[in-house]
């Protein structure tokens, strides 16, 4: 069974810096898309980030290219979102989900996700 | 980008009933849609990828179709485990982005 976990949130000032980690188990890590995607107080899903296939290719969503960077250990079966000059738009559960075999682009599982506030 | 749009915001019916989730795109997403169900403190989950096909362990009352820019989720019968709320996303193209979801809730 695939397993996803997070870790790394809380609570940070606007313009910091936080590294979220994202374990991984029951799967060849290097194998599969992974993506992160984050979830506003009481709103919608917004998709943040992806890193897609061997090769590792990243994608960003407008508002976050330029500050977050993702990457991967293929070691230790784990994902990281690093988050610089946050804001507090930033706040959110960000979650680690997994793309499906059939295709890099579906999401399946999500972790339980962490908690990232931005505030002073 | 493409603007995945939801409705309605709110559906609010019995058990056993029929809902019908929509979610129209801004521009052809072609069959590249999923659907995702989320419970209160829960991750969502996959419901149906490609427009219409049932992810693994998902029950037959779930069922999508749809293509091009407008697209449909039903739920044959509801369940009382089925009342949450509903996301669409689309991969045709970058930035991957979601609906603002529809709340099914018991009358």
């Known amino acids: 069974e695939v397993q996803l976990l997070e870790s790394g949130g809380g609570l940070v000032q606007p313009g910091g810096s936080l590294r979220l980690s994202c374990a991984a188990s029951?799967?060849?890590?290097?194998?599969?898309?992974i993506h992160w995607v984050r979830q506003a107080p009481g709103k919608g899903l917004e998709w943040v980030s992806g890193?897609?296939?061997?090769?590792?290719?990243?994608h960003y969503a407008d508002s976050v290219k330029g500050r977050f960077t993702i990457s991967r250990d293929n070691s230790n079966n784990t994902l990281y979102l690093q988050m610089n000059s946050l804001r507090a738009e930033d706040t959110a559960v960000y979650y680690c989900?997994?793309?499906?075999?059939?295709?890099?682009?579906?999401?399946?599982?999500w972790g339980q996700g962490t908690l990232v506030t931005v505030s002073s | 980008e493409i603007v995945l749009t939801q409705s309605p915001g709110t559906l609010s019916l019995s058990p056993g009933e029929r809902a019908t989730l929509s979610c129209r795109a801004s521009?052809?997403?072609?069959?590249?849609l999923a659907w995702y169900q989320q419970k209160p403190g829960q991750a969502p989950r996959v419901l149906i990828y490609?427009?219409?096909k049932r992810a693994t362990g998902i029950p037959a009352r779930f069922s999508g179709s749809g293509s091009g820019t407008d697209f449909t989720l039903t739920i044959s019968s509801l369940e009382p485990e089925d009342f949450a709320v509903y996301f669409c996303?689309?991969?045709?193209?970058?930035?991957?982005?979601f609906g603002g979801g529809t709340r099914v809730q018991i009358k």
């Open positions: 029951g799967l060849t890590f290097r194998s599969f898309a």
């Open positions: 521009q052809s997403v072609s069959s590249y």
């Open positions: 490609d427009a219409s």
């Open positions: 890193l897609i296939g061997s090769d590792a290719n990243t």
């Open positions: 989900a997994k793309g499906l075999a059939a295709s890099p682009n579906w999401f399946d599982p």
């Open positions: 996303q689309q991969r045709r193209s970058w930035p991957l982005t």
